[in-house]
């Protein structure tokens, strides 16, 4: 791959991105609202709805807004050793977070960043009609959970530029890395 402006690589994008290099997934049913993508062969979880290659708004996005305390639920009863992976504004929130602090849940935030210009071209690309004010509300939303005060949650993140097609690369590597597989 090479440094061009990527047109559509947002965060649904570079799981199903990430998702497409391994075969053997199986579409789950974890809770009452909450689904998964599993690969039995890794021990890996890909929490929401990705069954639907041409949906544009994936992963944790088509699941119920009460999600979270399935989702909780879930990754206090799995082995250890399982790895899980998630995006999406489902479960993307402090109370979250505090919680699998609480469970010692080991987790890492990666915080893609994009310039206005690469993002406006990207709903331009995929034709999504999000308002404005929706967009602004989601990027508020987001800042405040890396922001939250409580606890030094901060310390959980790391920054990533997603702008290129070789940041599109160094993303998915770092969700293989982070998973401790290829």
């Known amino acids: 791959m090479n440094n061009k402006p990527c047109g559509v ?3 649904s994008f570079l799981v199903k991105q990430f998702m497409s290099a391994h075969t053997g997934w199986k579409q789950v049913k974890l809770k009452k609202t909450l689904v998964a993508s599993h690969l039995p062969r890794e021990n890996l979880y890909v929490l929401g709805d990705y069954s639907d290659n041409t949906e544009m708004f994936a992963g944790t996005d088509r ?3 009460a999600v ?3 989702a909780m639920e879930f990754l206090s009863e799995i082995p250890t050793g399982t790895k899980v992976l998630f995006e999406g504004a489902r479960l993307f929130n402090p109370s979250f977070f505090y919680d ?3 469970e010692d849940i080991g987790f890492e ?4 960043t994009a ?3 690469v993002l406006k071209e990207r709903h331009k690309v995929r034709g999504d009609n999000q308002t404005a004010k929706f967009l602004r509300t989601q990027e508020t939303k987001s800042r405040n959970v890396i922001r939250a005060p409580n606890r030094n949650l901060w310390r959980y993140v790391r920054y990533m530029k997603n702008e290129t097609e070789q940041d599109s690369e160094n993303i998915i ?3 293989r890395e982070f998973i401790g597989g290829n």
Do not use: V, Y
């Open 173 to 175: 590597l770092r969700f």
């Open 100 to 102: 699998c602090m609480d």
């Open 115 to 117: 310039s206005p210009k």
């Open 68 to 70: 979270q305390p399935e």
């Open 9 to 11: 690589g947002g965060k």
């Open 109 to 112: 935030i990666l915080f893609l």
């Open 63 to 65: 699941l119920s807004m």
